[in-house]
């Protein structure tokens, strides 16, 4: 597994990922997110499409979110949102010829308004990294030791301004996908996207599209949002 991070999301599209003569099933999944912070059902979820799939696309967006302030209320399922890209979608068939594109079975154990409701609470006291570890525990990983005291630091850096941002909860993602290279072989590519990653899967997928097209095969593609 390769964990690539683009400075900007068009490096991302310009880029070639995979070599023309390596071999593979062509099985593509897209996690989109703003993933403030990412938490333990971030990460299974990961780990399900790094199972299911040859590459995996993790956007990130690049807004931060204030601790304690829950996520805004979406009426109706979160995958009305990509709904264009399928089924009758009016981008599915007008733009992305060459995809089959599906909704993925997603992780919901927990929340990161709840993550970071917790993460403020402990804003009201000084204590250790250790003690900081084990007031948000329930929203990680199993993961070492190491790897979970790394994240419980990068994670208290957040107390500081009270909010999370797309480098913080990064460095969270870096060490997410060093702890799955260990266990799939699938290719991860990560990007902090400008703006919404909602449209940043849109713009991804069209580009999918046209390689599909230039090679005349059709690309499972596999949509890991949650309704």
Known sequence: MKLKT?????????????EEEQEWNRTIGIF?????????????????ACEACDVVYILMSDQ???????????????SQKYAGLLGDGKFANEYMSGLNIR??????????????????????GLHDNITFLDSIKEFLPDMSEEDLLAISDHLQETLKDGQITAREAELV????????????????????????????????????SEEADAREEIYDVLLYTGD
């Open 6 to 18: 683009y400075n900007r999301f068009e490096d991302l599209l310009t880029s070639r990922f995979i």
């Open 32 to 48: 989109p997110g703003a993933f403030k912070p990412p938490h333990r059902g971030h990460y299974l979820t990961a780990a399900r």
């Open 64 to 78: 931060p979110r204030v601790l304690g302030k829950p996520s805004k209320t979406v009426s109706g399922p979160e």
């Open 103 to 124: 909704l993925a079975e997603v992780d919901r154990e927990t929340s990161a308004s709840e993550m970071r409701a917790k993460i403020a609470d402990y804003g009201l």
């Open 173 to 208: 993602w870096q060490r997410y996908i060093r702890s799955l290279e260990e266990k799939y072989k699938a290719i991860v590519e990560f990007d902090v996207t400008r703006g919404s990653p909602i449209r940043a899967t849109y713009d991804l997928c069209k580009m999918l």
